[in-house]
């Protein structure tokens, strides 16, 4: 390739990823040009460095903040550019037993609307790889809001998690008798510890159909959001080290400051006190 041919094939780039004609880039000064993409630059960085977005969507929302009007493509073109795409490292490790013969119940939210926080809770379990040895996390979400409501992360896969991150639930938010538990059929979930625990505060128990991933759905979205955000892009110095950082993120960013596009980008927490303030209910 000639430096005339490298030239134009820059020239090209540059145009597309601010967004201007290729007769523009030859009438302004060309550094008014860099001063633009580097602006545009310096900011997405500081939005992925400071506020834990990765993704090249919710980066282009959070550059609106800042006046910038740029689209997505061209947003995911510099990203792309700058190497500020996160790799997913991908591994599946099944944490559900379904050999068991405790006891199983339906499915009591397939065809439920949702139009309140605390009608549907949601729990599952997912595999954490450390750099030395592995840890299992259990979260539970308040399915309108999407909000954590109770967790556990232990380097043992049984039912004493659950239960520490159901007991969080349950003291986190007003019990009352329309609540519904809904989890997977393993045996962490069916255990008479634990299922003894939601039927002593009231709580309707259903459970999806046996390898069925899209009853749990909102659960599973939560962990491809913190895998990416925040589990793949840290290297843990230890299982404590872990845990204090993963509580972190929950308590300190997801619930409170990271935009969700299924509530109408907001915040859990303040997707919740709207809906208070909507409807003048105090808030539990």
Known sequence: ????????????????????????????????????????????????????????????????????????????????????????????VNTTNYNHSLSLY?????????????????????????????????????VFSRKVIGYCLSKSIDTNMTIIALRKALSTRKITKDI????????????????????????AISMSAKGNPYDNAMVESFFKTLKQEEIYVNEYKSFDDEKIKIYNYIDNYYNIVRLHSSINNKPPEIFEKNYYETFNISKP
Not at 38 to 57: A, P, Q, S, V
Not at 107 to 123: D, E, F, G, M
């Open 1 to 92: 390739m000639t430096t005339e041919q490298y030239d134009n094939i820059s020239q090209q780039r540059v145009c597309k990823m601010i967004d201007i004609p290729r007769s523009t880039y030859y009438y302004t000064p060309i550094t008014n040009i860099k001063v633009k993409y580097e602006k545009l630059l310096n900011t997405i960085e500081y939005i992925i460095f400071n506020t834990r977005i990765y993704g090249y969507r919710r980066v282009t929302e959070e550059l609106r903040k800042y006046g910038f009007r740029d689209n997505r493509k061209r947003v995911l073109i510099i990203m792309r550019e700058n190497k500020l795409i996160v790799k997913k490292k991908r591994r599946y």
């Open 106 to 142: 339906p499915n009591l939210i397939k065809y439920k609307s949702i139009t309140a926080p605390n009608q549907v809770w949601a729990s599952d379990i997912t595999y954490i790889p450390l750099s030395q040895g592995a840890a299992y996390f259990c979260v539970i979400l308040d």
């Open 180 to 203: 519904i538990h809904h989890s997977d059929r393993g045996i962490q979930y069916a255990s008479n510890a634990y299922t003894d625990l939601l039927k002593k505060n009231n709580i």
